[in-house]
C-alpha cells in the first residue's frame, strides 16, 4: 500500500485553496512583506546573485500574494520579492489567493522548509507561531510534513537563552551544540556557549560538558593563599570563603585545641 504524501512532499500547489485565477502581474509597489514570515535572514551576497539572474532572465516564478488592505501581502517567495526589488522591476508575476492568517502562515513556513532556507531558529519559532494560533503538535507536525517529534524537538531549542539562539541563528554554533546545551542546567547554558564558542568544542565534546560540569563541582577546591597563610598561623585548617564579604571557618578536633585557639585570640572565659 503506497504512503499518502505528506505536505512537504506535495508542493505549494496541493496546498494552495482550489479556486482562484491564474498567474497575473502586479505592480511592486502594491505588495508588502509579510510581518510572520518566518525567515528572518536574508543574505546580501545571494541576493545580489539572485537580483542578476532576474535582470537577465526576468522573474520565472511567481509569487504567492493575498489581498490585504488596500494592497496585497506576501505569502510565499519573500527572498524574490527583495531580489525583483534590487533588480528594479516594476511589476511582478503573482498568484492571488484569498487566505487566512493561518493558511498563510503554513503556506510561508512549507516553501521555506521545501527550500530548506529556514534556520533551526526560524523553524522553531514558525512552529510556535502555529501552536500560538490554536494548533496541537500533531496537527503542526502533519500540516508541515514533519514527524512530530521533528517539531517537538525544534520547540525545545526555544528553551535556550536568546544569546544561545541567536549563536545558532548566526551559524556560529551548530543544532547539535545547541541540543547539547539543553543537556545542561539552565543557569549553566550560557557558561556552556562560552565553552564551545572558546574552545571549539565539537558536538561530542559538548555533549560531554555536563559530565565535565559535576566532576569539577565535586573535585576539592585548592585552599585559597589566605586560607594557608591563617592555618599555618594558628595550627588548625582554616578556610576563607568569599571575598568582599564572606566567613571564616576555623575548625578544631578537640576541646583543647579550641581552648589553646581561644587563648591566642585573647578570650578568656
Given at each position: 500500500?503506497?504512503?499518502?504524501?505528506?505536505?512537504?512532499?506535495?508542493?505549494?500547489?496541493?496546498?494552495?485553496?482550489?479556486?482562484?485565477?491564474?498567474?497575473?502581474?502586479?505592480?511592486?509597489?502594491?505588495?508588502?512583506p509579510?510581518?510572520?514570515?518566518?525567515?528572518?535572514r536574508?543574505?546580501?551576497?545571494?541576493?545580489?546573485?539572485?537580483?542578476?539572474?532576474?535582470?537577465?532572465?526576468?522573474?520565472?516564478?511567481?509569487?504567492?500574494?493575498?489581498?490585504?488592505?488596500?494592497?496585497?501581502?506576501?505569502?510565499?517567495?519573500?527572498?524574490?520579492?527583495?531580489?525583483?526589488?534590487?533588480?528594479?522591476?516594476?511589476?511582478?508575476?503573482?498568484?492571488?489567493?484569498?487566505?487566512?492568517?493561518?493558511?498563510?502562515?503554513?503556506?510561508?513556513?512549507?516553501?521555506?522548509?521545501?527550500?530548506?532556507?529556514?534556520?533551526?531558529?526560524?523553524?522553531?519559532?514558525?512552529?510556535?507561531?502555529?501552536l500560538?494560533?490554536?494548533l496541537?503538535?500533531?496537527?503542526?507536525?502533519?500540516?508541515?510534513?514533519?514527524a512530530?517529534?521533528?517539531?517537538?524537538?525544534?520547540?525545545?531549542?526555544?528553551?535556550?537563552?536568546?544569546?544561545?539562539?541567536?549563536?545558532?541563528?548566526?551559524?556560529?554554533?551548530?543544532?547539535?551544540?545547541?541540543?547539547?546545551?539543553?543537556?545542561?542546567?539552565?543557569?549553566?547554558?550560557?557558561?556552556?556557549?562560552?565553552?564551545?564558542?572558546?574552545?571549539?568544542?565539537?558536538?561530542?565534546?559538548?555533549?560531554?560538558?555536563?559530565?565535565r560540569?559535576?566532576?569539577?563541582?565535586?573535585?576539592?577546591?585548592?585552599?585559597?593563599?589566605?586560607?594557608?597563610?591563617?592555618?599555618?598561623?594558628?595550627?588548625?585548617?582554616?578556610?576563607?570563603?568569599?571575598?568582599?564579604?564572606?566567613?571564616?571557618?576555623?575548625?578544631?578536633?578537640?576541646?583543647?585545641?579550641l581552648?589553646?585557639?581561644?587563648?591566642r585570640?585573647?578570650?578568656?572565659?
Amino acid at each position: 500500500m503506497s504512503k499518502k504524501p505528506s505536505g512537504l512532499g506535495r508542493g505549494l500547489e496541493a496546498l494552495l485553496p482550489k479556486g482562484g485565477g491564474g498567474v497575473v502581474r502586479l505592480p511592486l509597489s502594491a505588495i508588502r512583506p509579510n510581518p510572520r514570515q518566518p525567515r528572518r535572514r536574508f543574505p546580501e551576497e545571494g541576493l545580489e546573485e539572485l537580483a542578476a539572474s532576474i535582470r537577465e532572465k526576468g522573474l520565472l516564478q511567481p509569487l504567492l500574494v493575498r489581498p490585504k488592505g488596500e494592497g496585497y501581502e506576501l505569502v510565499a517567495g519573500e527572498r524574490r520579492f527583495r531580489a525583483a526589488q534590487l533588480a528594479g522591476l516594476e511589476e511582478v508575476p503573482v498568484l492571488v489567493r484569498d487566505l487566512t492568517d493561518q493558511e498563510a502562515l503554513e503556506l510561508a513556513l512549507v516553501e521555506n522548509l521545501q527550500r530548506e532556507d529556514l534556520s533551526p531558529v526560524e523553524e522553531a519559532r514558525g512552529y510556535q507561531a502555529l501552536l500560538a494560533m490554536g494548533l496541537t503538535q500533531e496537527e503542526v507536525a502533519r500540516k508541515v510534513g514533519k514527524a512530530r517529534s521533528t517539531v517537538a524537538n525544534a520547540l525545545r531549542l526555544l528553551q535556550l537563552p536568546e544569546e544561545v539562539l541567536a549563536a545558532l541563528d548566526e551559524g556560529r554554533i551548530s543544532a547539535g551544540h545547541a541540543r547539547a546545551l539543553l543537556m545542561l542546567a539552565p543557569e549553566d547554558r550560557l557558561w556552556g556557549l562560552r565553552e564551545i564558542l572558546e574552545k571549539g568544542l565539537s558536538v561530542r565534546q559538548a555533549e560531554a560538558l555536563p559530565e565535565r560540569l559535576t566532576r569539577e563541582r565535586r573535585a576539592p577546591k585548592e585552599p585559597s593563599p589566605l586560607s594557608l597563610e591563617l592555618s599555618r598561623h594558628l595550627g588548625l585548617p582554616v578556610k576563607v570563603v568569599g571575598g568582599k564579604r564572606g566567613r571564616v571557618v576555623i575548625q578544631y578536633r578537640s576541646l583543647e585545641e579550641l581552648q589553646a585557639l581561644l587563648e591566642r585570640l585573647g578570650y578568656q572565659a
